[in-house]
């Protein structure tokens, strides 16, 4: 079993910036990739960001291309999200979540294992 628990949340203006972290612990080394997922009231769950467990490689969404970026910190398990230039559209809960999917960075919800109870977020115009 692998735990995921997100900080970092909070109330924010537009134009400011937010870091969120995931703390993963357990059998880590079963992940491939982990990833941040946001859930919006009345929206579904959608992907915003994920990295290889190896750092190599990020996929983002279009959404947030070029003002967040998912970092990780092999050494303390740690995946985060830096978020700039937030906007209201990006108000949700968001929540880490973790694949053992070998390829890629999956989008889907479904190839998630594991997941963080996620925090929320919340940007005021």
């Known amino acids: 079993q692998v735990q995921l628990v997100e900080s970092g949340g909070g109330s924010v203006q537009a134009g400011d910036s937010l870091t969120l972290a995931c703390a993963a612990s357990g059998r880590t080394l079963t992940v491939y990739g982990t990833a941040w997922f946001r859930q919006a009231p009345g929206r579904d769950r959608e992907f915003v960001a994920g990295?290889?467990?190896?750092?190599?490689?990020?996929a983002y969404a279009d959404s947030v291309k070029g003002r967040f970026t998912c970092s990780r910190d092999g050494e303390n398990n740690t995946v985060y999200l830096k978020m700039n230039d937030l906007k209201p559209e990006d108000t949700a809960v968001y929540y880490c979540?973790?694949?053992?999917?070998?390829?890629?960075?999956?989008?889907?919800?479904?190839?998630?294992?594991?997941w963080g109870r996620g925090v929320q977020v919340t940007v005021s115009s």
């Open positions: 979540a973790g694949t053992l999917f070998p390829h890629l960075i999956p989008r889907e919800v479904s190839r998630y294992t594991y």
């Open positions: 990295i290889r467990r190896n750092g190599g490689n990020t």
